[in-house]
């Protein structure tokens, strides 16, 4: 394996890692990731790490200053989190469909190594881990479809209402039910219905009120397109 290769794969490796560290909410909202905190903590050296941010400045999840590092981005205000939810919910069903024939042995296996990690940390009562296992989990759906366009979509889109995942787990009477919901998920997908599977993936992402907004806004606008072309 060539030079080039090992580095490649050290900041693909990093930006991961960071990644998960902002969506999880290991780094707050407008919280400094500082180049010497990550060097120290991932044990790298700080070009993998200034390339690491750039990409995550990419995405939308950091936001750079010249001579000020680095900094959690702001996410989308509450008025507008209520309507990205179900856009989401549209992505993430459409990945599924997408690669639902192409699911594997190795697929399942990915899945049961994130239902693990989740088991745990809703044992230990870990929201940070816990939220940062579901991402993982809806994230490895997008990552099937192997359309990079819509995992940079999803990935900017989940940027913006990462706060979701971390609100709604504590939302639960048992924190353990985050783990039996995503299983059952899992489950359902090894029955090898495709609609049946959707279906039941669907329901269980975000708020079904928001959508009801977000449907209710769509007719709206549609409503006002077809006045408008009666005028003209």
């Known amino acids: ?50 390339e690491a941010l750039i990409q995550l400045a990419e995405e939308g999840l950091v936001t750079t200053t010249p001579n000020r590092g680095a900094r959690v981005a702001k996410q989308a205000p509450d008025s507008i989190r209520e309507f990205l939810i179900p856009i989401r919910r549209i992505i993430e069903v459409y990945a599924l469909k997408l690669s639902f024939s192409r699911l ?10 994130i239902l693990q990690k989740m088991r745990e940390a809703c044992e230990a009562n870990d929201y940070a881990g816990v939220a940062e296992q579901d991402i993982a989990f809806h994230r490895s759906i997008i990552e099937m479809a192997d359309e990079p366009s819509l995992l940079k979509i999803w990935t900017t889109l989940v940027g913006q209402v990462r706060m979701h ?46 959508s009801a907004m977000f449907e209710d806004l769509l007719i709206s606008k549609k409503s006002k397109g077809r006045t408008r072309r009666k005028k003209s």
Do not use: C, K
């Open 1 to 50: 394996m060539s030079s080039d290769s090992v580095v490649r794969g050290l900041r693909h490796q990093l930006v991961d890692r960071l990644r998960s560290d902002v969506l999880s909410g290991y780094y707050a909202e407008g919280q400094p990731i500082r180049q010497d905190e990550v060097v120290a903590r991932y044990n790298v050296s700080r070009t993998p790490v200034r």
């Open 104 to 113: 594997s042995d190795e697929q399942f296996a990915r899945f049961d190594a």
């Open 165 to 210: 995942f971390q609100q709604s787990h504590r939302a639960y009477d048992d924190l353990m039910d985050v783990y039996r919901e995503h299983a059952a998920i899992v489950e359902t997908f090894r029955g090898g219905d495709v609609e049946e599977s959707a279906s039941y993936f669907a329901q269980r992402i975000g708020d079904t009120d928001a």
